[in-house]
């Protein structure tokens, strides 16, 4: 099992700051991906940010140049910094960690909740 613990959500205006923390722990293989998705009420979830197993960074066209993931690999721990902000960025940002193995297995942390003010 792995867990995943999110920190980092919070109110802020447009055009201002955040950055998401998630920490892994667990049986957390050495093939593995990290990323980030967000839901805001009425839609699906949605992908907003990743690792690759390969250690490229991916991102949504709607957070490109805006929002930057990284991560402290020795602390298992991925972070989402989030710049220029926008209203619409307001949702719940979940943590997304990828096992891979013969089979992949997910887990997800349970959200943080960042809602940008206009």
């Known amino acids: 099992q792995v867990q995943l613990v999110e920190s980092g959500g919070g109110l802020v205006q447009a055009g201002g700051s955040l950055r998401l923390s998630c920490a892994a722990s667990g049986n957390i293989f050495s093939a593995n991906a990290m990323g980030w998705y967000r839901q805001a009420p009425g839609n699906q979830r949605e992908f907003v940010a990743t690792f690759t197993s390969g250690g490229n960074r991916i991102y949504a066209d709607s957070v490109k140049g805006r929002f930057a993931i990284s991560r402290d690999n020795a602390k298992n721990t991925v972070f989402l910094q989030m710049n220029s902000l926008k209203p619409e960025d307001t949702a719940v940002y979940y943590c997304?960690?990828?096992?891979?193995?013969?089979?992949?297995?997910?887990?997800w942390g349970q959200g943080t909740q960042v809602t940008i003010s206009s």
């Open positions: 997304n960690l990828r096992n891979i193995g013969t089979m992949v297995q997910i887990y």
